[in-house]
């Protein structure tokens, strides 16, 4: 791998004096400036703090302690893909009471909502760009209190692409060429890389294609005013894409290949009591080949604890996806639904069940609870609930009731032929079916590790110990390096779930505030 510059920015993020870092300490690199990475910064910092405190006030020894600490990001801290769309119309799936940074302190994102003057509930879902300034500025506060400690904290604008491994510490290589020098990294990149859509792969680049709804302003620029649009997906994204499109005077279609759309909630919640059901997951027998009927029981158990209306009055059978909506909807309006109760607590209870299974049986647990976790766990909120039927009722929307079978564009337009439906035409077509989750691959020689790897690639990081550390191979020591946050799917289920990014980089900030040398 060349040898670049060393990059190194000022305390604003703009690109700065490119040095050398003279003196004792240590440097830290993290990778990622979303929830995962400005959520480790903050404890990071907390826990230097909290260790200063203990000692009276007085610093670590020299070698041990760190020295600086550098947030690499395109964007300003916080105001990544996941949150960073100032559209007032995208809001957060999850209640604001689960949404903090901190781990011991559940309110602090509603802390942060009144000082800025605004009111919220703890069960209510706020506009996306609140959690990215909410992130940006507790990041600003962490900053500020690590002066104090005389470690300088700093957010450096760039893409990493790969970290190279070497006794004498690590080199973060940027998109750009520039490297910073790290002893240790913490890599905690979020997805960026979208799906492709079954039948077109041959389209990535057309003009009349988009590849993701996200930034909301780049639908408002490329789509004149009244286009007939194909929104191709039916979950989360595709309800953002066809909120957008309607609200913006577009003729809007979805279609997918399941024809489902999530569930209806008020938001998801913190648990709202606790469930023995559920902690029996834990003592269940990963070998067991009824392992997937036990977890269903158990979670069947947990929402009769909440109430003995059985789970088909809960839940709408209706055919017809829009009469489901509406069905479904008007439960949550009735508060005659309990199944939203165990969600979080469900979650939690596989992700501590997760690493203990063997390799490819978590992603047949998944894959059985597929309907449970396409409709169920990413419901939509009861809000954007009755804006899509608003549109449907003005006829601005429709579902499609198959996936297309062919597509081509021709005379200025697509052409979609679905399986017992008349050709039609649309103006534009949007992908909205998600996003890859990062990959890590190692180089040929275990001395690089790209973070960007392409599906199937050789190499690639399919396994992580429970200190979240990477390693070259099965048996290999650990290296100075940490992943945190959706990179961790890899041994963790439902890896994005906000209070466990939070608790990762909780984990990994007291580990590295705690070490004295590296090792």
Do not use: K
Request: net charge positive; hydrophobic share 40%.
């Amino acid at each position: 791998m060349p040898v670049g510059r060393t990059a190194e920015s000022d305390g604003g993020g703009c690109a700065g004096e490119l040095r050398e870092r003279p003196g004792p300490g240590r440097d830290v690199v993290v990778i990622g400036g979303g929830v995962a990475g400005t959520s480790f910064v903050v404890q990071l910092v907390r826990e230097l703090l909290g260790a200063r405190d203990r000692a009276g006030g007085g610093r670590p020894p020299s070698g041990g302690r760190i020295r600086s600490v550098r947030l690499v990001d395109p964007n300003p801290p916080g105001w990544g893909l996941a949150f960073g769309d100032r559209d007032p119309l995208l809001l957060c799936n999850t209640a604001a009471e689960i949404n903090s940074l901190l781990a011991d302190r559940p309110g602090d994102f509603i802390d942060h909502l009144r000082e800025q003057g605004l009111e919220a509930g703890p069960l209510d879902c706020v506009p996306r760009a609140r959690m990215a300034a909410y992130c940006h500025d507790r990041f600003d506060r962490a900053r500020a209190r690590a002066r104090e400690l005389g470690v300088e904290v700093r957010h450096v604008r760039g893409t990493a692409g790969s970290v190279t491994t070497g006794a004498a510490g690590h080199r973060v290589r940027l998109g750009d060429g520039q490297e910073l020098r790290a002893d240790e990294v913490v890599v905690a990149t979020g997805v960026h890389r979208p799906r492709v859509p079954d039948g077109f792969a041959a389209f990535q680049d057309h003009p009349r294609y988009l590849d993701s709804p996200y930034p909301a302003a780049r639908i408002r620029q490329r789509l004149p005013a009244g286009s007939t649009v194909l929104v191709l997906g039916s979950h989360q994204s595709a309800i953002d894409a066809a909120l957008l499109l309607c609200r913006d005077g577009h003729r809007v279609t979805l279609t997918s290949p399941s024809g489902l759309l999530p569930a209806v909630r008020v938001s998801l919640a913190a648990p709202v009591r606790a469930f023995p059901p559920l902690e029996r997951l834990a003592r269940l027998d990963p070998a067991d080949p009824l392992l997937e009927e036990r977890v269903l029981r158990c979670a069947v158990e947990s929402v009769r604890l909440l109430s003995r209306v059985p789970l088909r009055r809960q839940t709408s059978r209706a055919a017809d996806p829009l009469q489901r909506l509406r069905e479904e909807t008007a439960l949550v309006e009735r508060d005659a639904l309990w199944w939203p109760g165990i969600m979080v607590a469900l979650m939690e209870a596989l992700i501590a069940l997760g690493p203990s299974l063997p390799p490819g049986r978590t992603e047949a647990l998944l894959s059985r609870f597929a309907r449970l976790t396409g409709r169920y766990v990413t419901a939509m909120t009861s809000r954007n609930a009755r804006r899509l039927l608003a549109h449907a009722e003005s006829g601005a929307l429709r579902l499609a009731g198959s996936y297309p079978g062919l597509v081509a564009f021709e005379d200025g337009a697509w052409r979609v032929e679905r399986p017992g439906a008349a050709p039609e035409r649309f103006d534009y077509a949007v992908n909205a079916t998600g996003f890859l989750p990062p990959a890590l691959c190692w180089n040929h020689d275990g001395t690089g590790l790209y973070l960007d790897a392409p599906p199937g690639a050789r190499a690639a990081v399919d396994h992580l110990e429970a200190d979240l550390r990477v390693r070259r191979g099965p048996g290999a020591p650990p290296e100075r390096i940490w992943v945190v946050g959706v990179g961790t799917h890899v041994r963790v289920p439902f890896s994005n779930l906000l209070g466990n990014v939070v608790r990762q980089a909780g984990q990994v900030a007291r580990e590295l505030a705690g070490a004295e040398v590296p090792v």
